[in-house]
C-alpha cells in the first residue's frame, strides 16, 4: 500500500488541473478582501505624506507590482531550474504561464512609476538605475515569451526559455540594490527591518496592497496553467476524458 | 478615522489627482481585462480541443468501417 500523502503528486498535470481550477476561486476571493482592504488603509485612512503630499498614494500600487514583477521573475527562474534539473513537464508550464503577469507587473511598474515620477521629478522618464533595470526585466519578459513561443517543440522551447530565465536572473539584485549602489534620483526602500520610514497605517496599506497583488497572480497564472496543460496534454488519456466528461 | 474631509478633496489628491487616478486606474483595467482574456482562452482551447477530438474519433470510426468491408 503506498497511497500515503505524496507532494509528487502533485507534478502530474492530471493531479494538478483540478486542483489549480478549485483553488483559483478561493485566491480570488482573497485577493478582493486584500485589495479592499488594502485600498481602504491606503487611499482612506493613512494620512498626507509630509514631502510628497498626496502624490505618494500611489505607492499602494507601485510599490506592490515592481515587488511582484521582480518575484514572479525569481519564481520562473526557479521553475527553470527545476525544469533543466529533473525534466519536468509542469515546470515550463508554470514558467508560461506566469510570464504575462509578470511583464504586466514590470509594465504596471514602469507607468505608475513615471505618473509618479512627473509632479515629483518633474519627469515621465530618467535613464537611472532603478528604472533602466526594471526596464530591462520588461524586456526580460517580453523576450522569454517570445522566444518560446517561436519555438514549435515545447519541451524544447521549455529549455531555451527556462536558460534565458536562468541568465536574467543576474537582474533582480540589480534592480533591488540599484538606489544603494548607484546614485539614483529613484528613492531610497521605504521599509527596512530596523525603522521604517513610513506611518503604520501606510505601511499596512502597502503590505495589504502587495498580499493582494500576490493572490491575483496566483489565480490568474492557475487560469493560465491549466490552458497550457490542456493543449500540450491534448493527446493523453486524461485530457481526452475530461473533454469527453464535459469540460467547459 | 476618514483622512478626507469632503468626496471632492478625494477626487482631487491634494492636486496630484491626474497621477493618482491614472495610475489606479490603469492597475484596474490591467486586472480586470487580463483575466478576462485568461478565461475566454481556456473557453476558447477547450472548444477546439473537443472539435478536434470529435474529427480524430470520426475519422477512426470511419477506417475502421474501411478495414472491416474490406
Known amino acids: 500500500m503506498k497511497d500515503r500523502f505524496n507532494l509528487y503528486r502533485f507534478a502530474s498535470p492530471a493531479v494538478f488541473y483540478p486542483l489549480a481550477g478549485a483553488l483559483i476561486p478561493y485566491f480570488a476571493a482573497v485577493a478582493v478582501v486584500f485589495g479592499l482592504a488594502g485600498l481602504w488603509l491606503g487611499m482612506l485612512v493613512a494620512p498626507t505624506d509630509f514631502q510628497q503630499g498626496e502624490g505618494y498614494r500611489i505607492i499602494f500600487i507601485h510599490v506592490p507590482a515592481s515587488w511582484m514583477s521582480m518575484f514572479i521573475y525569481l519564481v520562473m527562474a526557479f521553475w527553470a531550474a527545476i525544469g533543466l534539473a529533473f525534466n519536468t513537464r509542469l515546470s515550463g508550464m508554470m514558467a508560461q504561464a506566469l510570464a504575462p503577469t509578470g511583464a504586466l507587473m514590470a509594465f504596471l511598474s514602469l507607468l505608475t512609476g513615471a505618473l509618479w515620477g512627473k509632479p515629483m521629478w518633474g519627469a515621465w522618464w530618467v535613464w537611472d538605475a532603478r528604472l533602466t533595470s526594471e526596464l530591462i526585466l520588461l524586456f526580460l519578459y517580453i523576450g522569454y515569451m517570445a522566444l518560446t513561443a517561436a519555438i514549435d517543440d515545447a519541451r524544447r522551447a521549455d529549455k531555451a526559455g527556462a536558460l534565458l530565465l536562468l541568465v536574467g536572473v543576474v537582474n533582480i539584485p540589480i534592480i533591488y540594490f540599484s538606489v544603494k549602489w548607484w546614485n539614483t534620483l529613484h528613492q531610497g526602500s521605504s521599509i527596512n527591518l530596523a525603522k521604517s520610514s513610513m506611518a503604520t497605517t501606510m505601511l499596512w496599506g502597502m503590505l495589504l496592497m502587495a498580499m493582494c497583488f500576490w493572490m491575483y497572480s496566483i489565480a490568474v497564472a492557475f487560469m493560465r496553467v491549466r490552458t497550457i496543460m490542456l493543449e500540450r496534454e491534448r493527446n493523453t488519456e486524461w485530457v481526452k476524458n475530461l473533454l469527453v466528461g464535459g469540460e467547459k | ?70
Open chain 2, 1 to 70: 478615522m476618514i483622512h478626507w474631509a469632503s468626496f471632492s478633496d478625494f477626487i482631487a489628491m491634494g492636486g496630484y489627482g491626474f497621477y493618482v487616478w491614472s495610475s489606479f486606474g490603469a492597475t484596474v483595467l490591467i486586472m480586470a481585462i487580463e483575466p478576462i482574456i485568461a478565461a475566454r482562452n481556456q473557453r476558447t482551447t477547450i472548444a477546439r480541443l473537443k472539435r478536434q477530438l470529435r474529427a480524430e474519433s470520426q475519422a477512426d470510426s470511419r477506417a475502421d468501417y474501411r478495414n472491416s468491408s474490406q
